[in-house]
């Protein structure tokens, strides 16, 4: 498996910006899809964004058009930027990696980062 770690969570007034960064090691960063999901309290874990081993990219329905996922291969890391953030994103967001080919199910991703708290003040 491979070891995620994500920072660049914090508090953001609505309509800021934030860009989140997941950190890996522990095998061949470029033969996995990287996946972004969040979870509320109270709530399930939800899909936010992916982008698969070729730099294909999904995102949610709730987030298209305000959010941007990337990767960097050399650095083996991959990011999240976050734009017209609303309190509604206000979740612990979390990083994950399978390979190859990214779904939005979070039960196909097998390895997980701590998550990084978003707060997001209307």
């Known amino acids: 498996q491979v070891q995620l770690v994500e920072s660049g969570g914090g508090l953001v007034q609505a309509g800021g910006s934030l860009k989140l960064s997941c950190a890996a090691s522990?095998?061949?960063?470029?033969?996995?899809?990287m996946g972004w999901f969040r979870q509320a309290p109270g709530k399930e874990r939800e899909f936010v964004a992916a982008?698969?081993?070729?730099?294909?990219?999904t995102y949610a329905d709730s987030v298209l058009g305000r959010f941007t996922i990337s990767r960097d291969n050399v650095k083996n890391t991959v990011y999240l930027q976050m734009n017209s953030l609303k309190p509604e994103d206000t979740a612990v967001y979390y990083c994950?990696?399978?390979?190859?080919?990214?779904?939005?199910?979070?039960?196909?991703?097998?390895?997980w980062g701590q998550g990084t708290q978003v707060t997001v003040s209307s």
């Open positions: 994950a990696a399978r390979l190859l080919v990214s779904t939005t199910r979070p039960a196909d991703f097998g390895s």
């Open positions: 522990g095998r061949t960063f470029s033969n996995y899809a």
């Open positions: 982008i698969s081993w070729s730099d294909i990219t």
